[in-house]
């Protein structure tokens, strides 16, 4: 069993950056994809990033590509989401989420979740 505490969220200007981390405690975290999921505003959950159980990444979000990248501290049991280049559109809860393995696109399929950290884009 997971749990996992997101942070790093905050208020940024257009353009800027910001590192949320994903911290997990329990027992065998490396074996775990690590997704990065979000939700605005009125809209549904959806999946950014994810970086699998052996170090592979997956973006589900063509909006994010070439913006945000995502890595992993095993030794640290954490996951990293650099988002640079931040928009008014990347306005959301961002949430972290473990599953057993690979990654997959779908915020039901993981196991455990995080409480979700605040990102505001605003000048």
């Known amino acids: 069993q997971l749990r996992l505490v997101e942070s790093g969220g905050g208020l940024v200007q257009p353009g800027g950056s910001l590192t949320l981390s994903c911290a997990a405690s329990?027992?065998?975290?490396?074996?775990?994809?690590i997704g990065w999921f979000r939700q605005a505003p009125g809209k549904e959950r959806e999946g950014v990033l994810c970086?699998?159980?052996?170090?592979?990444?997956?973006n589900y979000a063509d909006s994010t590509k070439g913006r945000f990248t995502i890595s992993r501290d095993n030794a640290k049991n954490t996951v990293y989401l650099q988002m640079n280049s931040l928009k008014p559109e990347d306005i959301a809860v961002y949430y972290c989420?473990?599953?057993?393995?690979?990654?997959?696109?779908?915020?039901?399929?993981?196991?455990?979740w995080g409480q979700g950290t605040q990102v505001t884009v605003s000048s």
């Open positions: 970086i699998s159980s052996t170090g592979g990444s997956a």
């Open positions: 989420a473990a599953l057993w393995g690979g990654c997959l696109p779908r915020f039901s399929d993981y196991e455990y």
């Open positions: 329990g027992s065998n975290f490396k074996y775990y994809a």
